[in-house]
Nanobody
Framework: QVQLVESGGGLVQAGGSLRLSCAAS????????MGWFRQAPGKDRQFVAV????????YYADSVKGRFTISRDNAKNTVYLQMNSLKPDDTANYHC?????????????????WGQGTQVTVSS
């Protein structure tokens, strides 16, 4: 079992930055690919970014490429999402998720564990 707890969300003006953190319990954190997803009211859950178990490979949604950076610290059981140049369209509840795979999954149904989420609101 893995428990995930996100933090770092908040209200920011367009063009600003936030860094989200996701702290994981369990000693097998380093064996999971970690992803970030987001969901805005009335919209489907959307893939944002993923990092493989070693931190060697990352993949981003086109909508955030060049603005967001995913990273992980396996010694701290934590994955991060640095979000720069934020836009109002980035407003959503952001969830981290863990997948028991060596790859970089981008579909929500490939993930085994989910956090409760942290709200990000970007004002124009």
């Amino acid at each position: 079992q893995v428990q995930l707890v996100e933090s770092g969300g908040g209200l920011v003006q367009a063009g600003g930055s936030l860094r989200l953190s996701c702290a994981a319990s369990g000693r097998t954190f380093s064996s999971y690919a970690m992803g970030w997803f987001r969901q805005a009211p009335g919209k489907d859950r959307q893939f944002v970014a993923v990092i493989d178990w070693r931190g060697a490979r990352t993949y981003y949604a086109d909508s955030v490429k060049g603005r967001f950076t995913i990273s992980r610290d396996n010694a701290k059981n934590t994955v991060y999402l640095q979000m720069n140049s934020l836009k109002p369209d980035d407003t959503a509840n952001y969830h981290c998720a863990a997948a028991t795979t060596l790859g970089t999954p981008t579909s929500y149904d490939q993930y085994d564990y989910w956090g409760q989420g942290t709200q990000v609101t970007v004002s124009s």
